[in-house]
């Protein structure tokens, strides 16, 4: 009978997965995410990364010159620049320009928290993304002012609308060219409800109150790491939030989960299967001598197949509709 005892070594995710007789495994590379660090002029309790002002960890000049040229020599489209605010690093443009000169060309994207476009230093910031078409997918964790200051501090949302009408005002939002998308995330430890219908809200209000206008919404998750476990377990409701989750899987959003097609990056140029299990420190590792793997120790062409990391944070990405990078990855019935 031993082949119907539980497996106790598996996490309860890669269980999960088991009883649907399915596994997390890699496909095509789309999407190269490069987190240059956990440096942000803001401190929210969402947070997963424990980002802030006091924090050091930045990627130098020589692993931006290393990511470029290992990514130069693959045809992967698309660059996501996250952090921390990214924006904040000394070679935040300097990267950008490096890859805006590959052949083939590449699509950029900016996650930005808006705020630092506002900040001293930083005035011209919009007309660099703009005249260089980086599409920017920024956090707006609601319309009202009272839930957005709640989660990510006090004037938080005043700066948010002033920073959107800027970028409305260089086109974004209303260029193809350039995209502007917004990310909801709950203010507690509770699900998004539905993307679609929370969209229409966010544009409606937005409009109607601020005159902005953006193109899509992605209604995300919290997962349970970093600032935002801490958060649950210190008002007790880590296990609740759990269960929460593990209830809510949905085994249709795997085959769309973001860790299928991404390659993360850390701020020393480490690998990772997506940027919370950076967070969590579960880096790549080689065989069979178990040393760290870096972006160029790494084969683009070799990593389809490839089995993704799990752990029990992963229910959050399954929950309901399921939450990735371009937000929520199925309908919700
Ligand atoms: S959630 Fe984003 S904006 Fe807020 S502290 Fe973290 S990195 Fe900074
Ligand atoms: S946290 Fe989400 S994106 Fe990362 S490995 Fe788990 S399921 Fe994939």
């Keep these: 009978m031993a082949a119907l005892a539980a497996d106790f070594s598996m996490n309860r995710f890669a269980q999960r997965l088991a009883e649907h007789s399915t596994s997390l495994r890699r496909a095509r590379t789309e999407i190269l995410q490069v987190n240059v660090g956990k440096l942000c002029n803001l401190t929210c309790v969402h947070c997963h990364v424990n980002a802030g002002p006091k924090r050091k960890e930045i990627m130098t000049r020589e692993t931006v010159d290393h990511i470029v040229d290992w990514l130069a020599n693959t045809d992967i489209p698309t660059v996501d620049f996250t ?43 919009g007309d660099f993304l703009a005249y260089h078409k980086v599409e920017i997918i920024a956090s707006m964790p609601c319309y009202s002012a009272e839930n957005v200051n709640a989660q990510r501090g006090d004037g938080v949302f005043e700066g948010s609308i002033k920073a959107l009408q800027l970028l409305n005002s260089l ?19 509770f699900l998004p409800p539905p993307q679609d219908e929370l969209e229409v809200d966010y544009k409606r209000e937005l409009k109607e109150h601020f005159g902005i206008v953006f193109n899509k919404l992605y209604a995300l998750a919290n997962l349970p790491i970093g600032r935002f476990a801490s958060y649950l377990r210190h008002n007790g409701k880590l296990e609740e939030y759990m269960q929460l989750l593990i209830h809510a899987f949905n085994p249709a959003t795997i085959s769309g989960l973001m860790c299928r097609n991404t390659i993360s990056v850390g701020w020393r140029g480490e690998v990772y299967d997506c940027d919370f299990n950076q967070q969590l420190g579960m880096q790549w590792s080689s065989n069979p001598d178990m040393s760290g ?41």
Excluded at 171 to 187: A, C, F, K, R
């Design 83 to 125: 952090g921390g605010a990214p924006e904040m690093i000394s070679d935040f443009r300097y990267f950008i320009e490096r890859v805006k000169q590959l052949h083939p060309a590449r699509h950029l994207i900016d996650r930005c928290n808006l705020t630092i476009l506002l900040e001293p230093g930083y005035e011209d910031l």
């Design 293 to 333: 793997l870096f972006l160029w120790d790494i084969d683009p062409d070799s990593l389809e197949g490839r089995e993704i990391m799990t752990d029990d944070h992963c229910f959050g990405c399954t929950a309901g509709a399921g939450s990735s990078c371009g937000g929520a990855i199925s309908s919700l019935s």
């Design 171 to 189: 086109g974004y939002g209303y260029d193809s060219e350039l995209p502007l998308h917004l990310v909801y995330n709950p203010v507690g430890p």
